[in-house]
């Protein structure tokens, strides 16, 4: 079977599920020898990180710890990596602008597509021109929102030719933004994903190497030879000034100004989809990533669920620029784990994990000889619709749990624990079991909100399909296959997955709310419970005072007549003399005693009568005052 066999559409995977899940050796191999050099690199940057980490935990330690460390490694302290490693180790976890690898993708009339990278640096004159039988050039770029991501999209859209701005999306864009946008869910290796947070926070507060982190920025950069008054830089240093990033007019942002942005934002962080704008990218996070439910699941356990925007721009004369930081997995298999730990470059060429791998598979060999309309707008609902709907297991016939799945084995969990554990042994156990319920309605409402805008944008994409649709039609523009999968089915497939994934969250949702009300419940339970005992306790510590209190005396008085009055053995002192130092000392022991137990008593009644004294004086005062 050949290879491009494999590549259906997503929404018929299950109708031809022996085409998709055939395994290729020869893939397998490749795969493997395309990895074998980047774990190398990869191996000694993670020695790098560590020993950077081990120099920070010994920098910030005590003066004792220090010490004691010091003792312990034979007086050789943690030692700093060179210079040479740490600007490696900061270029490996985040690319330099220039050096950023970026997808072309070229859709011929031929029935064949062309992929190649070429670095960021080198992309102007791709979106200035292609060849003749290129229907479609498609140029993605793994840029997350910032000052870069903002200037590519400008100068792509500023250098289009008169009359070809292309078609505008009025429904499914922002209002005077008519470009489709989207906020896409996919994993993360939690490890590498903590490592990319360490080593922005360890590395942008060493200041001595901010000057070799800028120049590497944008080196070698070369722009377009019929653009030479509209550069990447020129804009880019233009608009620094304009958000108030720098105050010269000759300076592009430093390195981490611009690649901040691609650390994806954690589920909880931020506001969900809101209208992003070129600062929305550069808002500070937490170094240590939030305690997700899906950690305590099997499947999950090594995952990190991360949000990243997909934006789309287009042009009338063929060309599609898509930006977005999202580099993670958006297919769950089997191979789940496996293709956590691979490098975002071959997650970004595997099409059992990436959705934008996907979309090059699903045409390699066919070209546009399958689109229902030969345009770009049938390109970006078919790319929007693929990626709109992830994570699932669809690709590979539901061979991984879903993410729905997931979380409702993690709400019996916690269901499971609100008996389990309200038990006098477990008595802190009630106060964590809040805390995961909260952690978890906090990620659902989330996902929800996310899921919600996602429909809402499927719901719109709909009604600009119809309208394109409708003027094509009226234009006398018949589509090129009528036969093939409209833009229309797509968008009604997706809103009808995306509805699916709505309604099965929010019930997570509810059942987790109202799991959390039990939890309430079983807690004031228990606190009547323990104040019936507590009543009980003080009711026979009542009776035990009472009964002392009758029998103290009784005993004070025998084990004083029971006693020797007659003297003092072996002493020239008599009985008066003891009854005169002891007795003195226990009256004086009472009346501490007592003035301090009743020391509030004593207090007010002083108060009192100052104040009877001054409100005599006061009616004297006005008596004399009136004679």
């Known amino acids: 079977m050949n290879a491009p066999d494999t590549a259906v559409p997503t929404p018929r995977t299950l109708r031809n599920f022996a085409k998709i899940a055939v395994q290729y050796h020869e893939k397998e191999r490749q795969r493997e020898c395309r990895l074998a050099g980047h774990l190398e690199a990869c191996n000694k940057h993670k020695e790098v990180f560590n020993r950077l980490q081990k120099w920070d935990h010994f920098r910030s330690s005590s003066r004792s710890a220090k010490l004691w460390q010091c003792i312990a490694t034979r007086w050789q302290p943690p030692q700093i990596p060179n210079d040479e490693e740490l600007l490696e180790l900061a270029k490996h976890y985040f690319p330099p602008r220039s050096r950023l690898s970026i997808h072309i993708i070229d859709f011929k009339k031929d029935e064949t597509i062309k992929h190649h990278n070429v670095e960021l640096k080198d992309i102007e004159k791709y979106w200035t021109e292609k060849d003749d039988d290129v229907e479609v050039r498609w140029i993605h770029a793994p840029l997350g929102l910032g000052p870069v991501h903002s200037t590519i999209e400008d100068v792509f859209l500023h250098q289009a030719p008169e009359g070809e701005e292309g078609r505008n999306f009025e429904n499914v864009g922002n209002s005077g933004w008519p470009y489709p946008q989207l906020e896409v869910l996919n994993f993360r290796s939690r490890a590498r994903f903590q490592e990319m947070r360490d080593v922005r926070s360890l590395l942008q507060c060493l200041d001595h190497l901010q000057e070799d982190l800028n120049k590497c920025t944008w080196e070698r950069y070369r722009p377009s030879d019929k653009n030479t008054d509209s550069t990447i830089l020129d804009d880019l240093k233009w608009r620094a000034t304009h958000l108030n990033i720098t105050q010269d007019f000759n300076t592009i942002p430093d390195f981490w100004t611009q690649v901040s942005s691609d650390i994806p934002w954690q589920v909880t962080e931020g506001l969900a989809m ?354």
Not at 431 to 441: E, M, N, P, R, T
Not at 465 to 484: L, Y
Not at 563 to 577: E, K, Y
């Open 274 to 627: 809101a209208s992003y704008g070129p600062l929305d990218g550069l808002k500070p996070t937490l170094q240590k990533i939030d305690h997700q439910a899906l950690w305590d699941h099997d499947f999950f356990g090594s995952a990190q669920l991360v949000r990243d925007p997909f934006r789309c721009f287009h042009r009338g004369d063929g060309f599609l620029l898509t930006l977005s930081p999202m580099a993670g997995v958006n297919y769950l298999d089997k191979h789940f784990s496996r293709h956590l730990e691979d490098p975002i470059s071959a997650i970004l060429e595997n099409d059992d994990a990436s959705a934008v791998a996907l979309v090059l598979k699903a045409f390699e060999g066919q070209g546009t000889k399958t689109w229902h309309r030969r345009t770009v707008e049938h390109l970006i609902v078919y790319i929007v619709t693929e990626i709109g709907v992830t994570p699932h297991p669809d690709r590979q016939g539901y061979n991984a749990p879903t993410l729905e799945s997931a979380y409702q084995e993690a709400i019996q969990v916690l269901k499971r624990r609100r008996y389990d554990h309200f038990s006098r042994q477990h008595r802190q156990e009630p106060a964590d079991l809040v805390k995961d319920h909260l952690i978890f309605i906090d990620e659902l409402t989330r996902i929800g909100i996310i899921i919600r805008k996602r429909a809402k944008v499927f719901i719109s994409l709909l009604k600009d399909v119809e309208t394109f649709e409708a003027e094509d039609q009226s234009n006398g523009k018949p589509p090129d296959n009528p036969d093939q999968e409209s833009s229309r089915d797509r968008v009604l497939w997706a809103i009808r997955r995306t509805r699916d994934q709505q309604e099965a969250f929010e019930r997570l949702l509810v059942d987790a709310t109202s799991s959390l009300n039990a939890v309430y419940e079983l807690r004031s339970l228990q606190q009547n419970d323990l104040a019936i005992i507590s009543e009980n306790q003080n009711r026979a510590m009542y009776i035990f005072a009472t009964v002392t209190v009758i029998f103290l005396p009784l005993g004070t008085l025998t084990s004083y007549w029971g006693m020797n009055v007659v003297d003092i053995r072996n002493s020239n002192w008599s009985q008066g003399h003891f009854w005169k130092i002891c007795g003195a000392f226990a009256l004086a022991v009472v009346l501490v005693v007592a003035l301090w137990a009743f020391k509030h008593w004593w207090y007010s009644l002083i108060k009192l009568c100052s104040g009877r004294r001054g409100r005599g004086r006061e009616k004297r005062i006005d008596a004399e005052k009136i004679v």
